[in-house]
């Protein structure tokens, strides 16, 4: 079993189109591939339950995986023009991130969800983006749907501005605090993707994904906060805001180098 991965992490790298003439040095391309290896000896599949036939299924499509995943973070680098060293392969941040990334595009399908996890990795080599949420952000790329996360950018120019404390002798802080209402953007976005479901399934998966949101602390609705007087009139899930959590999570997420 030990040797089955061993040679798996090798076919991967060594695997990529010869037309490309992807020429990495020999170094990084060691290093690539002992993270890979590091990287396969934690994944749970390879459980005494499963059968040879099933395993040999399993470990087949998760070495496609892998290997589309790589070609392409290798192939963005090549079109780009970024130039490495073997010190952005060989960090403990990057070998951190490169494993906690493959250990979830194994069972990712979503082609967009696959060039958001390509491009923390690509940004991050680059630079390091320091976060004690990344595990949590890298989870959320994972459970949300891809359509959650574009609703969530169109609310990142919203929330907490301009956060001033009180002087001294007072407690609390001033800021300026701006909400939106995109739901009409956002049920033409889930028609686009959903075009033959009716307009009570289209609310209802409004519903749901604004509820996903909030109770991940991505958005807060406004109207939960009180009836102030540019709420009073409108209905729950109508008027929200970005938290700093939820802007953490798209600068993460959407940096380039």
Not at 24 to 51: F, R, W
Not at 56 to 73: A, H, L, M, P, T
Not at 86 to 97: I, K, P, V
Request: proline fraction near 2%.
């Amino acid at each position: 079993m030990a040797q089955y991965f061993v040679n798996f992490a090798k076919k991967t790298l060594t695997e990529i189109p010869k037309k490309r003439k992807i020429r990495m040095h020999d170094k990084i391309k060691e290093s690539l591939i002992g993270i890979l290896k590091a990287s396969l000896s934690n994944v749970p599949y390879a459980g005494g339950l499963l059968n040879e036939l099933i395993f040999d299924i399993r470990g087949r499509i998760v070495q496609k995986r892998i290997n589309n995943f790589v070609e392409s973070f290798l192939n963005y680098i090549l079109d780009h023009g970024i130039n490495l060293e073997e010190s952005a392969f060989t960090s403990e941040t990057f070998n951190d991130l490169y494993i906690s990334i493959l250990k979830r595009v194994i069972d990712i399908t979503s082609e967009e969800k696959l060039r958001i996890f390509r491009q923390i990795l690509v940004s991050n080599t680059i630079m390091s983006y320091e976060s004690t949420f990344r595990e949590t952000f890298l989870d959320l790329v994972s459970r949300l749907d891809y359509i959650q996360i574009e609703i969530l950018k169109m609310y990142k120019e919203t929330g907490r501005r301009g956060s001033m404390d009180l002087e001294d002798g007072y407690i609390g802080s001033v800021s300026q605090l701006t909400s939106r209402s995109f739901k009409i953007e956002t049920i033409e976005t889930i028609k686009t993707h959903f075009p033959n479901i009716n307009t009570i399934e289209t609310e209802g998966k409004y519903e749901f994904y604004m509820c996903d949101l909030i109770s991940k602390s991505l958005l807060v609705d406004k109207k939960t906060m009180g009836n102030t007087w540019n709420v009073v009139e409108k209905e729950g899930l109508t008027l929200l805001y970005i938290t700093d959590f939820g802007k953490e999570f798209i600068n993460f997420i959407t940096s380039t180098p």
